[in-house]
């Protein structure tokens, strides 16, 4: 199950068997229940949150790129209470015309357009991945999520990350400790 969560809808349901003519009906239901049930169970990661805040107070700007619904993205980000950290959030839209990762990456990434420096793509599956490359960001990938080492680094990962905390890694006093980087 743990890798139907984290690509687009149609492709989770698409391996769970259900054909073309079936999954609009499909991801209709789906988002009905998590409208109704799943927003509300939603959970951030151990320390994410701290970490959302640290790199805040620290002059990072942050953007949400997610697969999502944005009505839902909104949603979970103001009942976590750090939608103020966020400089951009995009989304799958109410109306579908736009689900592909590649574009909701290049929707959020228009805002940090005339930002020096490197821009980071951080996710745990191969989508967030394959998006950072395309869109010319740093691909961080995600341990602690529901990708695996493998599927990351296949994609091409830049550097991959055991637990929130080691994002600051390269905040701090220039330490690469727990920082495991990859040859993609």
Known sequence: MRS?????????FRQLGFSDAQLSEVVDHYRDLYD???????????G??????????????????????IDFAERILRDFAVRDLFDAVAGASLDDRLTDKVDIVRDVHRVFDAAPGSAWMVGDRRHDVEAARACGLVAVGALWGY??????????????????????IPFSDGAQRGVDETTA
Do not use: N, Q
Not at 147 to 162: F, I, P, Q, T
């Open 4 to 12: 139907l969560i984290g690509p687009p809808l149609d492709e989770s």
């Open 36 to 46: 109704r049930v799943g927003v509300a169970r939603t959970r951030p990661y151990d």
């Open 48 to 69: 994410v949150l701290e970490v959302l805040g640290t790199l805040r107070r620290a002059g990072v700007r942050l953007a949400l790129a997610t697969a999502k619904r």
């Open 147 to 168: 990708g695996s080492r493998e599927e990351l680094e296949a994609a091409g990962a830049d550097w991959l990350v055991a637990e929130p905390c080691d994002l600051l």
